[in-house]
């Protein structure tokens, strides 16, 4: 018992150690990053204009097929190093890509799409950031992909990199492609 | 340690805040009733600001932080109780946002060592010192005690 | 060339450790007087080599060679030259390596100053040191090398990050280092005495001025941290319960447990396997910090950038040390001799409680620093843990604390008697009364102020109460009583100093917690708003050229009753390299508060709605903020006076009883 109590500090700081050890063996983590609540939940219910001023989207524009769902703003500077991601997942043309434009003046996202290209099937226009909050957006970009009943099933905060494409995105979009629902 | 090095980098460089135009919703004003106001700061204190990680939105000038604020006190002036605010955010943004810990399965041992600790250690201390004080007699009279504490004393003192 | 002189120089400091951990020991096995000595050679050659390889890397920095990779990154030619200097350490690379400087620079003290240590304990504490030594270089020269060149060097350089632009960086974490690398003289001694299976009064009164020394730095280090945070950062606040700064708090709390601990084991000779757990953890938590900044396990404001290769470094450094020396401890603990008795309430009883409690308030910020990483690693989820947990977890803690300070110097050693020390406190408790009652009926805050303002009353008049007692204040005449404060030791006046800096630091916390008041506005030049008794006008908004940014400085007069108490200047600046900007508060300080002013952005009035053009302001004014960090000053002080006492003082040429060579009681 009294033995017990001598080895208790060494004990604890190994099992410490290996608790270290695990975290930062994984490399695919990511210390800042926020679990969202919402994956596994519906889509939040929204109303927004179209960027392009034609109507309004909806949250019944992210049902019917898996769905790519991107925040993104022009003044951001990450969303230029994930936009040729999202440009070469626009050519699947299995998905749907919408775009949530955050805290934009619309004249300057146009002209950024206009610019770079636009992946987007449609885009609604979030000026101040109230659709973002319901779905749990924290920093731009942020990307939620979405089955084709309209569940959120998987959220990548921060860019896309190419890099991380075919390891991290790419294996959720095929399974859900895979449990019915494309385009 | 480098107070402060990432706070720069985790609000400019990840997400851009730095060019983010300041478009709050409405507006950044106090609540007219001075309790309701007072509720909305005792939130503002329990939530943590996600894009700066460490502080809450109170500390915080991050455009995130200011639209949550509003958001707080708009929920309060259409009579949300702060159970409900607090429940609306941790919705979207899960347990993370709350900077106190909510007690549930997983936390009661966040929550229950320090308590714990204290009295387990204060058990082995008093049962040590128990230990320790066993072999001398309970019934000693005070001269005989007195003489054993000036002999323990002389015994104690050569050796210091 | 003089960068490669810096490498090389490093290479040598780590040779040299590698013999400093062998041939001591060694020598100390076989009582070899020449192997033991060669120990203090190597000690002072490691400090030596790593001076140069430090002064090396400054060149670097002050003429800004940019064919230096880690000059490029954190420097720039047009930044002033403290921040050149400064930048040194305002990175990860060249901090590490002010770290091995400070780490050989205690071993180099005790090398030169530890004369009258007994010769096998002294080779033995810098086997240790270089063991610590050869780990941090090695780690250093293999993921962390400040002298890589660049080629081509680019034409200048990529900037420091303008918050670190500040004077404080310059002081804070030197302090800092001093602190937590002190800690490793203990850590030192702990491990040489349980390779030796000694310890005794002796063994703690030379490990006791190492440990102050480290402690004073430490306190003075996250003293001036929370100043920097309050003044640089721009929202009032001063501590934020943020993981890095738990990882500098833990230390001192163990550190603080460990100060008072010793004091047992010298006075006592008891608790002895206790404080060299206690001495081996508090070093093993310095270094545990230094793991957490560095390795990327968790997201802080203050963590350095970083890579999984030196995170895996860094944490088998700290297993091996951490298993290597409370493995040590897990077998050689048990055959120390236990000392002397006591009952429970006496000088040692509360002294216990007073590590208790410390202790537990150390595994409590332990905890919440690591549990979010716990439930990680279990998968169970991602939760934070901020003020409000610490608020109902670690104040209910240090409360009974407080309590305790004001009784605990007052107890006899061995047997108190604790009826007569109450009743020799009566006039404290009277006074703390008094002040709650006071406090009740004036506060406007929080219930919580009362509980402050008391606790600091209390430990107020509980150490002057002692101090009066000392000398016999009032019950013999006046100036015997000064005669006899004129010659009370110096750790007996330090004690009563750091107690009483406590009760004003626990003041400086709860005022400026409980009754902050705070005005967050768009203002126009003109526009004025009252704060807490005196008005606030927005004179103008004008911009200002710096050295490397421009600025937005506005002038703010503060008036009371129409008269003119100063002009505050807060300002943004906007730096170039790197793009960022950063808020300068402007502060008034006055003995009882200080008067924060920070200035936002302009506001342009909406269209359509028309709204108010100006900026945004924020204004606070912060009642007996600054008693903080005058306690903490205060304490170092304290600390100071007790380091001149003359049994405290490093390498005391006499000692007046228990000479180094008399084999002291304890031994296994």
């Known amino acids: 018992m009294r033995r017990l109590l001598f080895i208790l500090p060494v004990s604890a700081l190994i099992i410490l150690g290996a608790i270290f050890f695990m975290l930062l ?9 926020v679990p969202s609540p919402l994956v596994g939940k519906p889509v939040p219910a929204f109303s927004l204009p179209r960027l392009d001023g034609n109507g309004s989207v909806t949250e019944a524009d992210l049902k019917g097929a898996v769905t790519v769902f991107n925040v993104f703003a022009s003044w951001c500077l990450p969303c230029r190093v994930e936009h040729p991601v999202l440009m070469r997942m626009a050519a699947d043309k299995r998905l749907r890509i919408v775009g949530l434009n955050y805290k934009d003046k619309p004249e300057d996202a146009k002209k950024w799409l206009a610019e770079l290209g636009n992946p987007f099937a449609v885009v609604a226009s979030d000026r101040q950031g109230r659709a973002a909050i319901d779905f749990g957006v924290y920093g731009v970009p942020e990307t939620f992909i979405i089955d084709a009943r309209g569940i959120i099933r998987h959220k990548h905060v921060g860019p896309i990199h190419a890099s991380e494409y075919p390891d991290r995105i790419a294996p959720v979009i095929e399974r859900l492609l895979r449990e019915g629902g494309g385009k | 340690m480098m107070r402060a090095l990432l706070f720069a980098a985790s609000l400019f460089a990840a997400f851009n805040a730095a060019q983010m135009p300041a478009f709050a919703i ?99 201390i008093a049962l040590r010192a128990r230990r320790r004080a066993r072999p001398a007699p309970a019934a000693l009279d005070d001269a005989e005690r007195a003489r054993l504490a000036r002999l323990l004393a002389d015994d104690e003192r050569p050796r210091t | ?58 060149h670097a920095y002050v003429v800004s060679d940019f064919s230096v990779a880690n000059v490029v990154q954190n420097s720039h030619s047009a930044k002033p030259m403290l921040y050149k200097i400064a930048g040194v350490w305002g990175n990860h690379e060249g901090s590490m390596v002010l770290w091995v400087l400070i780490l050989a620079l205690f071993g180099a003290a005790i090398a030169v100053f530890g004369r009258n240590l007994p010769h096998e304990l002294r080779a033995r504490v810098l086997a240790v040191q270089g063991m610590i030594g050869l780990a941090f270089l090695l780690f250093i020269l293999a993921t962390s090398n400040p002298f890589l060149r660049v080629d081509p060097a680019p034409m200048d350089g990529r900037g420091l990050n303008p918050i670190l632009q500040d004077p404080g960086l310059a002081f804070h974490p030197p302090f800092l280092y001093l602190g937590y690398v002190g800690f490793s003289v203990a850590f030192a001694f702990a491990v040489a005495a349980l390779i030796e299976g000694r310890v005794d009064a002796a063994w703690a009164r030379w490990v006791r001025p190492w440990t102050l020394a480290a402690w004073c730095a430490l306190t003075l280090g996250i003293a001036l941290g929370s100043w920097w945070a309050y003044y640089e950062l721009g929202w009032g606040g001063f501590w934020f319960w943020d993981p890095v700064e738990n990882a500098s708090f833990m230390p001192w709390l163990a550190g603080t447990a460990l100060l008072h601990s010793a004091i047992v084991v010298e006075k006592r000779d008891a608790l002895k396997s206790w404080t060299i757990l206690l001495a081996i953890l508090t070093f093993i938590l310095a270094m545990m910090g230094t793991f957490l900044v560095r390795s990327g396990v968790l997201t802080s404001v203050h963590t350095f950038a970083t890579d999984p290769g030196r995170g895996l470094f860094i944490l088998a450094l700290l297993l091996i040390a951490a298993v ?15 000392g002397g008795v006591f009952a429970p309430i006496s000088r040692e009883g509360g002294l216990v409680l007073n590590n208790l409690l410390l202790a537990t308030a150390t595994a409590t910020v332990l905890l919440g620093t690591l549990y979010p990483l716990l439930l990680e690693a279990l ?48 006039i404290a408790a009277i006074v703390t009364g008094i002040v709650i009652c006071g406090a009740i009926l004036l506060n406007d805050g929080p219930l ?57 630091i626990v003041l400086g916390i709860t005022a400026s917690a409980a009754w902050q008041s705070e005005r967050v506005l768009v203002m ?48 943004k600046r906007a730096f170039v390299t790197p793009p960022q900007t950063t808020t300068e508060a402007a502060i008034h300080t006055t003995w009882l508060a200080d008067i924060y002013a920070v200035i936002g952005d302009p506001v342009a009035p909406k269209a359509g709605e028309g709204g108010k053009a100006g900026w945004t302001v924020r204004l606070y004014h912060n009642p007996l903020v600054p008693w903080i960090w005058i306690g903490a000053v205060i304490m170092v002080v304290g600390g100071l006076i007790s380091l001149a006492d003359r049994r405290h003082r490093v390498g005391a040429p006499a000692r007046k009883t228990r000479s180094a060579e008399t084999p002291a009681a304890g031994a296994a």
């Open chain 1, 25 to 33: 063996a994984d490399k695919t983590r990511d210390p800042g990053a």
């Open chain 2, 26 to 124: 409405g507006s950044n004003e106090a609540l007219a009733d001075p309790a309701q106001e007072a509720r909305a700061r005792e939130l503002f204190r329990q939530l943590r600001c996600l894009v700066c990680q460490n502080q809450s939105i109170d500390d915080s000038d991050a455009d995130l932080a200011r639209d949550l604020r509003v958001l707080v006190r708009e929920r309060i002036k259409a009579g949300d109780s702060n159970e409900q605010v607090l429940r609306f955010l941790t919705q979207r943004y899960g347990d993370f946002v709350l900077l106190k810990p909510p007690l549930k399965s997983s936390t009661v041992a966040l929550w229950a060592a320090p308590f714990a600790l204290l009295v387990v250690g204060g058990g082995v």
């Open chain 3, 1 to 58: 060339m003089i960068a490669e002189t810096g490498h090389f120089a490093l290479i040598l400091a780590a040779l040299i450790a590698a013999f400093q951990c062998v041939l001591p020991l060694a020598g100390a096995a076989r009582g070899d007087q020449r192997l033991m000595d060669s120990g203090r050679t190597a000690a002072v050659a490691q400090f030596l080599f790593i001076t140069v390889a430090f002064f090396s890397l400054m």
């Open chain 3, 324 to 338: 290597g020396s409370l493995g040590l401890y897990a077998w050689r603990a048990p055959g120390l001799r236990t």
């Open chain 3, 379 to 426: 998968d169970a989820g991602k939760v934070s843990v901020g003020a409000p947990y610490y608020n109902l977890t670690f104040v209910p803690i240090m409360a009974p604390l407080i309590v305790a300070m004001g009784i605990g110097p007052m107890l006899a050693w061995k047997r108190g008697d604790l009826p007569g020390v109450l009743a020799r406190l009566r």
């Open chain 3, 448 to 504: 919580m102020a009362v509980l402050g303002v008391g606790l600091a009353c209390w430990l107020f008049m509980g150490a002057l109460s002692e101090l009066a007692e000392r000398i016999r204040l009032f019950r013999i005449p006046l100036r015997e009583s000064l005669r006899r404060l004129a010659h009370l030791p110096p750790a007996a006046i330090g004690m009563t100093v750091a107690h009483v800096s406590m009760a004003v």
């Open chain 3, 524 to 571: 126009a030049p003109g526009d004025g708003v009252d704060l807490a008794g005196y008005r606030v006008t927005l004179d103008r908004v004008e911009k200002v050229p710096g050295p490397n940014y421009t600025a937005e400085r506005a002038a703010m007069s503060v008036t009371r009753k129409g008269n003119v108490v100063t002009v505050l200047r807060p300002e």
